[in-house]
């Protein structure tokens, strides 16, 4: 990584460490799928869409139960960039479209040697007002660093990323929070449930601070207050 740099809150907040850029460190590790992901980040609070976790002829159903419109994704730990894979569909809004999503990314990851036992399926979030990136990735000198910017398909194409290191109390998180959401222009009403959302990753980061090597929610959708 760059230097770090110390950087002391212009509103008279308190001073708190934060790294320049994002820096992805090559590990090993068992990588954990996604609904694995969002049970475990569930328990500390991390608020998550309604979901539900279906075999491929079960997952009409589960989106009928869930109503529409609906996000379909296959699961599979080794498969890291599902998008990539074709392995992401959004937006279905009826059965048949469901159907045809599922039978594509079985077909899909399956001309990548993958196999799609259960599928995820999410209940879409319409009107956000922000989509925001929130995790952690672990620096071999400095240990593990929260993450916060800009997220969904603006993580790789614009540097809005600002990273704190871990552990930070509540104060200190509360004013990066801040900080983060007028350097992104996210209207301020939305701080609570913003906070929320990244103590919880905080939280969770230090709880297997020993273990953890990189996480990130994304997109953490923001629709008014919520």
Known sequence: AGEWRGLIDRGGGPPSVVLPAPHVVAQTGTL????????????YGLPLVPHRVAAPPDV?????????????????????????????QLGLRHGNDVAQAVDDIVASYGAHD????????????GGADAELVVGCVRDPR?????????GGTRVEAVNQTQMLLLPATATVLAHFVGRAMAS?????VAFDSILTAVSAVA??????????IELDVNPLMITGDR
């Open 114 to 125: 993958l196999r799609v036992d259960q599928l995820l399926v999410e209940k879409m979030v």
């Open 142 to 150: 400095f240990g593990l660093a929260l993450v916060l910017g800009a």
């Open 184 to 188: 992104l222009g996210v209207d301020e």
């Open 203 to 212: 939280r969770f980061a230090d709880d297997h601070r020993d273990t953890l």
């Open 60 to 88: 009409v159903h589960a989106a009928q139960g869930l109503g529409y419109p609906v996000a379909v994704k296959a699961i599979n730990a080794e498969a890291t960039h599902k998008a990539k894979l074709g392995g992401v």
């Open 32 to 43: 954990l799928d996604e609904p694995t992901s969002k049970a475990l980040l569930g328990e």
